[in-house]
Nanobody
Framework: QASVMESGGGSVQAGGSLKLTCTVS????????MGWYRQAPGNECESVAT???????TYADSVKGRFTISRDNAKNTLYLQLNSLKTEDPAMYYC???????????WSQGTQVTVSS
């Protein structure tokens, strides 16, 4: 049974840091691209960062230089390090497993990130 479980998140002050962790089980991981998405109230869901099976990462312009996506294929785990958090970063953050064709296969339950000024 497929499982995409997310942990981390929480509330920090602007300038602070958080780390999100996503563990995948029951489905392939090492061969799949993975991504982090977020959705704030009233906004569309947006891609934050994606990482290919070989570790190549891409980022939204709004988070470049502040967020880092990484993966540990031996542990079937995806990470997102969020540094220098801004008041525009609060949202529900989701870990997404992508199919080999690039479709969004599975989503985590989401974790809330809150940033106070």
């Amino acid at each position: 049974q497929a499982s995409v479980m997310e942990s981390g998140g929480g509330s920090v002050q602007a300038g602070g840091s958080l780390k999100l962790t996503c563990t995948v089980s029951g489905i392939t991981f090492g061969d799949n691209d993975m991504g982090w998405y977020r959705q704030a109230p009233g906004n569309e869901c947006e891609s934050v960062a994606t990482i290919s099976s070989d570790g190549s990462a891409t980022y939204a312009d709004s988070v470049k230089g502040r967020f880092t996506i990484s993966r540990d294929n031996a542990k079937n785990t995806l990470y997102l390090q969020l540094n220098s958090l801004k008041t525009e970063d609060p949202a529900m953050y989701y870990c997404v497993h992508l199919s080999l064709d690039g479709f969004m296969n599975y989503w985590s339950q989401g974790t809330q990130v809150t940033v106070s000024s």
